[in-house]
């Protein structure tokens, strides 16, 4: 029926639907809008307080230990293999290396890295070179990290991925990593489950263990530096869980 043909309570009756679509549409979109800022901001906040963990009080206090010797680490992630909202997990491939001077009986290789909240899939050595006081090792690690995904803009959104890696048979007595953010990275053409890197960054931070789990020869829980690597990534399509 042409608009002409209707009557004045057709016509009411058709400008009032088209108007409340309208409405409907525009709160929809404000909503929409409305969450993926308030998403966005608690992502920043959640991306700068995982770098953040290194306080001052850390810092002077690890600053008197003239054993210590501190390592410069960094990491660079190549790829992200999977992502799952429904898992709460995802999957990483990243190179990890560590960098010091004296120390020579330091090694991060074999079974001394630990990912805390993770599982390392597998770990292929790339570098072990030692040459008189400097010493340098890289390797190349996929592994598996749990992660409390916020669902609540699927199938939009930014996500904050994190994780923390530690060399468990060292103290903070023994070693301090300092973080490498000069060359440390994420390889910009990263596309994983729809996702897009959107900055990346690295930390370190002392994390002590709740108690001396039994141990005799401890007087207190040990204490051992970790380096924290974040990513915020951005969503670029539809795709699943």
């Given at each position: 029926m042409k ?13 009032f ?12 979109l ?9 998403e ?5 906040v959640e ?17 008197l230990?003239?054993?210590t010797?501190p ?7 190549e790829?992200?293999?999977?992502i ?8 990483v491939e990243?190179?990890l ?9 330091l090694?991060?290789?074999e079974?001394?890295?630990?990912i ?14 030692h ?10 690690i ?7 995904f916020?669902?609540a ?22 070693v ?12 910009s ?6 996702y897009s ?13 709740l ?9 207190e829980?040990e ?5 924290i690597?974040?990513?915020?990534l951005?969503?670029?399509s539809?795709?699943l869980?």
């Open positions: 608009w002409k043909q209707m009557t004045s309570h057709q016509k009411r009756k058709l400008s639907g088209f108007l409340l679509y309208i409405l409907t549409a525009a709160l929809f404000g909503h929409v809008v409305r969450t993926m800022l308030i966005k901001n608690l992502a920043d991306y700068a307080s995982t770098l953040d963990s290194f306080s001052t009080e850390n810092a002077d206090r690890t600053a230990s003239a054993d010797v390592v410069t680490s960094g990491a660079y992630v790829t992200i293999k999977n799952s909202l429904k898992d709460n997990a995802f999957r990243f190179i290396w560590f960098r010091w001077e004296n120390g020579q009986n090694s991060f290789l079974n001394n890295l630990h805390r909240n993770g599982t390392i899939n597998h770990m292929e050595v790339l570098e072990d070179y040459d008189g006081a400097l010493h340098y090792q890289s390797m190349r996929d592994a598996t990290i749990s992660k409390n916020d669902a803009c699927f199938p939009l959104g930014t996500q904050v991925l994190s994780f923390y890696i530690s060399p468990e048979n060292y103290t903070s007595d023994t301090i990593l300092v973080p490498d953010t000069e060359n440390s990275g994420i390889n053409n990263l596309s994983a489950s729809g890197p959107i900055r990346s960054n690295i930390s370190s931070t002392l994390l002590r263990h108690n001396t789990m039994g141990n005799p020869l401890l007087n829980p204490e051992i530096s970790h380096l690597v974040a990513l915020e951005n969503r670029n539809w795709g869980f």
